[in-house]
């Protein structure tokens, strides 16, 4: 049996055990076979008595003599960086700062399931070629246990004594109180840190070593094992217990976070623990380094362990996401987990097997990708997104990746080894890479001026973007082409990615570098501004549940004088602004703006001002003056732009959606695309021999690189609703020659359709009148009496016309046939979305 075949046919019983014991907690707390009181007794036994018991013994016990410690110093180098990285990016995205969260994330991250899932697979790999790998499980341990998670249970307790002692830090306390206690505060936090079960046994455990000299006397030993031994079992059946009515609410944006922990669990701290061991050169030579580093790679992809869970319980800190997070992170590791047992049996790889491998692999990648490309510059033509910020730089970003795939696809199909067009196929390669990674970064860079400063200033910008975003990328691509032809590797032998050697793997590494510093500072700090953002959807929410209207009491003026008003300054006479909201002169021309001038549509739909694309620089940025006319003006045009032919649909909210959120994911994916490339290019310049990992790293960034377009064609290309109206627009003028609905004559309406029409009318139409038809201002212009179809859909099933939304829908769709009801423009058919409608009563005579 090969070691390969060995540690398959071990993880298999692994993983199965853990997940069998998992669903049969979650199962017997689904049927409520164990309370919610009976699992705290659980809770209680694997904290106070099973854990501690294993810490224990796995300690004591510890042979610490012929240890390669500089391998341990390696894993405690890495895993330290990774856990200060999470804890410093926790507290500076969260707020309010939840010393807390930041703890129990930073051991979720760090902390593996050594001893359940890490063992069987250890042993089995290397029991023949280097058996005492599995025996430095119970060495790496005590990094996180008597090193680290000592950090993070300091942040646990002090966020315990904030939550249970709120008076003692209140700000009113006089200044000659406070120091009292803070010191009671400090004290309080020691006490439980050091009378903590897992910190005293841990603490026991390094001392019973040095006593008993790693043989525990047979009398403790055999309590603490039997106590130990029951921990595997417990912890996951309360994990499953724990999951009952609590996973479904992690959906959506809830889920952001334990998809970044897992990223950071098993792909950032494989790689960051494959780098350090190998700089630190651990081994006698370059063979044992090589050894050295695909075993940390592969000891880095374990999952968490189940003691994370029993951290977050016992401090009551984010305990379903840490449930959720859990269980997600074991499945996930499982292929990752197979892939790298598979590769670190490979040796003495054969270069020119390895690239045609890859190239194989790219090539079909490539063919998705560009596919994918295609769908979303399409899906963005078609919904008219193309010309808004921030999907303007988006598509930017997808064409870059365009280029990319087209290059790749050419590079495996002509096989061309010299000449111009072989040039030609590597800058279009290189270009479309390159670019990619610096469209990523502005970005991120967008979105944050978004949030922070306007939309006048990112459209500022966008020039700089282009010039930078293209311009580099090309400059780069033809210093290659002219200067280092000479260091070319051969060609069977060579990636894409690195083909003039050293030199290109250098740029890629300050380039990665540089974006992904760049992309990680723009989101936190975007995630700091989110509390300014958040100001304006609380106005927009007081105004709108306040008056519930969209224009004043006081009548528009509609002289010539108010028409010709700017959209981008609002009007500001006083009678067209929001009751209760001060009058803001040129809106926001001149002097006393508190903040951004914040349109009607913006405070009825909860938008913040950059989703209507008409926000200008506040003036405590000194855009006043020559400057602030120009900001006028830029945006006066960025309207005409994006309302050129979009006239007939201007009413529809969700076409103007920045789509923030969406972006911010599709970010946090780009940036393990980088980290991946980063890992490997770095690689590349101190690889003395191929491995096995570096060929999976070589196939996941392949993956990774060319697949950046199937990612965000799962995040914005697989949304039907906005792409079904636009169709239908294009399909009514293609085969009608105008884009507007047709109806049929009322002597054609069936018999159904004219009594529904006869009996609103008669019994429900002025009703609904009074109480949904509004006044609404879009730019310029105010439709009288209207309201969504949304909204008309709810108040049909709030009087019992109908039962459920697709009735509403329905019945809504007599009535527009029948011309009791339309769009304010006449062109669509009824949809229960935020199209705006209105009522007009014909005579079924015309």
Not at 550 to 568: G, I, K
Not at 691 to 699: D, K, N, P, Q, T
């Amino acid at each position: 049996m090969t070691y390969s075949s060995a540690a398959i046919d071990n993880l298999y019983p692994a993983l199965a055990e853990c997940f069998v014991i998992i669903i049969c907690g979650y199962f017997a707390g689904r049927i409520n076979l164990i309370s919610e009181t009976e699992s705290k007794g659980i809770n209680t036994f694997v904290g106070t008595f099973s854990l501690p018991s294993l810490i224990f013994m796995s300690l004591a016990r510890l042979d610490l003599s012929s240890v390669d410690w500089m391998f341990l110093v390696s894993i405690f180098i890495a895993k330290s960086i990774v856990f200060f990285s999470v804890i410093i990016i926790t507290v500076l995205v969260g707020r309010p700062i939840n010393l807390g969260r930041s703890g129990i994330f930073a051991i979720f991250c760090t902390q593996s399931n050594d001893f359940a899932i890490g063992y069987p697979i250890v042993a089995a790999l290397y029991k023949d070629s280097h058996p005492e790998y599995a025996s430095y499980l119970y060495l790496v341990a005590p990094i996180n246990l008597a090193i680290l998670n000592p950090v993070a249970y300091v942040l646990l307790e002090i966020n315990k004594q904030r939550t249970d002692n709120e008076p003692l830090l209140s700000l009113s306390d006089s200044t000659n109180v406070r120091p009292k206690k803070r010191c009671t505060l400090v004290v309080s936090i020691m006490k439980s840190i050091f009378t903590n079960p897992i910190v005293a046994m841990t603490i026991l455990g390094i001392l019973g070593n040095l006593i008993f000299k790693h043989n525990v006397p047979l009398f403790i030993a055999q309590i603490l094992d039997a106590l130990g031994s029951a921990f595997s079992a417990s912890a996951l059946f309360l994990l499953g217990l724990r999951m009952v009515g609590k996973v479904h609410k992690l959906r959506g944006p809830t889920l952001v976070v334990p998809g970044i922990l897992i990223i950071v669990k098993l792909l950032v701290l494989p790689l960051v623990i494959r780098e350090v061991v190998s700089l630190l050169h651990v081994g006698t030579n370059t063979s044992e380094t090589v050894d050295w580093s695909t075993y940390g790679f592969l000891y880095g992809t374990i999952p968490s362990a189940p003691t994370v869970f029993v951290f977050a319980s016992q401090y009551n800190v984010d305990i379903d996401l840490i449930a959720t997070a859990m269980v997600i992170c074991t499945f996930v590791s499982a292929p990752l987990m197979f892939i790298s047992a598979k590769m670190i049996t490979l040796t003495n790889t054969n270069p020119v097997d390895y690239i045609a491998k890859l190239n194989a692999f790219t090539f079909d990648v490539s063919i998705a990708g560009l596919i994918a490309c295609i769908w979303i510059i399409t899906v963005f033509c078609i919904t008219k997104r193309i010309n808004r910020v921030p999907h303007r730089i988006t598509t930017c970003l997808v064409s870059s990746q365009f280029l990319s795939c087209l290059g790749a696809i050419l590079w495996n199909t002509l096989n061309e080894k010299d000449g111009w067009f072989a040039y030609f196929q590597f800058a279009l390669f290189t270009t479309g890479v390159y670019s990619a990674r610096i469209w990523t970064s502005f970005l991120a860079i967008t979105l944050l001026l978004l949030q922070c400063r306007s939309l006048c200033y990112v459209l500022k910008l966008q020039p700089l973007f282009v010039i930078v975003g293209w311009g580099l990328p090309i400059t780069l691509s033809a210093l290659f082409l002219l200067l280092d032809k000479e260091n070319s590797v051969a060609y069977d032998k060579r990636n894409p990615n690195f083909i003039y050697g050293a030199g290109q793997a250098v740029v890629a590494v300050l380039l990665l570098t540089s974006c992904f510093i760049i992309t990680v500072g723009c989101l936190i700090l975007h995630q700091r501004y989110s509390r300014h953002h958040s100001r304006y959807l609380d106005l927009a929410e007081d105004v709108s549940s306040t008056f519930n209207t969209s224009v004043c009491s006081e009548e528009v003026d509609n002289t010539a004088s108010s028409s010709l008003q700017s959209d981008s300054c609002r009007s500001c006479d006083g009678k067209s602004r929001v009751c209760g909201l001060p009058t803001i002169k040129e809106g926001c021309c001149e002097e006393n703006t508190d903040g951004p001038v914040i349109d009607i549509e913006d405070l009825l739909t909860g938008s913040p001002p950059i989703a209507s694309g008409s926000s200008l620089c506040p003036t405590h940025y000194n855009c006043q003056g020559p400057q602030r006319e120009q900001c006028r003006d830029l945006i006066e045009q960025y309207h005409q732009q994006i309302n050129n032919d979009v006239e007939l649909i201007e009413e529809e909210p969700d076409s103007h959606d920045p789509q923030i959120f969406k972006h911010i994911i599709l970010l946090i994916l780009i940036l393990c695309s980088m980290f991946v490339g980063l890992a490997l290019s770095i690689w590349t310049l101190v690889m003395d021999k191929m491995s096995g990992v570096y060929v999976e790293l070589a196939f996941l960034d392949s993956a990774l690189n060319f697949g950046q377009s199937i990612i965000v064609f799962a995040i914005f290309g697989t949304n039907t609703k906005e792409i079904a109206l636009p169709l239908l627009d294009l399909w009514r003028k293609l085969w009608y020659g105008a884009n507007k609905l047709n109806l049929p004559s009322w002597h054609e309406l069936s018999s159904e359709t004219k009594s529904i029409c006869d009996q609103f009318t008669t019994h429900h139409l002025e009703k609904c009148k009074e109480q949904i038809a509004k006044d609404k201002r879009w730019r310029i212009k105010v439709y009288k009496n209207v309201f969504s179809g949304r909204k008309f859909a709810d108040w049909l099933i709030e009087v019992g016309l109908a039962r459920d939304r697709t009735e509403a829908v329905n019945y809504a769709r007599h009535l527009i046939e029948g011309r009791v009801l339309k769009h304010i423009n006449g062109v669509y058919h009824f949809h229960d979305r935020n199209l705006l409608y209105k009522f007009r009563v014909i005579s079924s005579t015309t």
